[in-house]
């Protein structure tokens, strides 16, 4: 039986490339990539003429299956991403998960990574954080996330896209009072930036460009001792009004009402006071 390799591939800069996924792609039967025509470059760059193998969202289920008999078969599939490592908001999760399930080896190859990279530099807290990948492009639903993380106290990460990363920037100072943020742009990159400031401030910086370019990576700084508090304060009023008598959901519900929070957010609250 063969091995499925994670490979991780520079983000930015070629030179990140490291010696050993150079030499795993070149040993693998095939690779497995989200785009043949981007991974091409990154091969020829190598010197590797691998065989390559689309992998992506619409077809994942049918390569899966192609790519796990041919490993059952003896081959060596190596799996890469356009950039980073791979499963990390990319492709490929079905596959890494069918083939541990059948007790075929899947062995990670270390490397680049937005998330960890604007970390390392954000000089934001790391002791504990928490990756949430893409925020969703409709407004409703990335409020919905952003109230969903109201009393989050980690360090948050998102990935975000040049054209909505202002809306995005907006609506995190809104929710979560205005954190601090670093903005990571083109990290790695020629044009690579660290936007540093609240989250209204950075947004303001980019607002005032003719054009907004690149990919960015957001690290939202934790809620601040205000909004913790009022984690607390929202958790206590529910509990005193448990104390009354008043059944637990009804009681969510009504200071929900009062304070202009969601249900959800309440109910969080309470758990975490627990």
Known sequence: MGTLWVVSTPIGNLDDMTYRAVAVLRAAAAIACEDTRHTRKLLTHFGIDTPMVSLHEHNEAQRTAELLARIEAGDTVALVSDAGTP?????????????????????????????????????????????????????????????????????????????????????????????????????TKVHEEFIRGTASAVRQALAGRDLVRGEFTLVVGPVGEAAAEEVVDVASAVLALEARGVPRMEAIKQVARERGLGKRDVYRAVEERR
Do not use: N, W
């Not at 083939?99 to 899947?106: D, F, L, Y």
């Not at 490397?111 to 504990?128: E, K, R, Y």
């Open 87 to 187: 499963l990390i908001s990319d492709p490929g999760y079905r596959l890494v998960r069918e083939a541990a399930a059948r007790g075929i080896r899947v062995s990670p190859v270390p490397g680049a990574s937005a998330l960890l990279a604007a970390l390392a530099a954000a000089g934001m807290p790391t002791d504990a954080f928490r990756f949430c990948g893409f925020l969703p492009r409709k407004e409703g639903e990335r409020r919905q996330l952003l109230e969903s993380l109201r009393s989050e106290t980690a360090t948050l990460v998102f990935y975000e896209t040049p054209h909505r990363v202002l809306q995005s920037l907006a609506d995190i100072a809104e929710v979560r009072g205005d954190p601090d943020v670093v903005a990571a742009r083109e990290l």
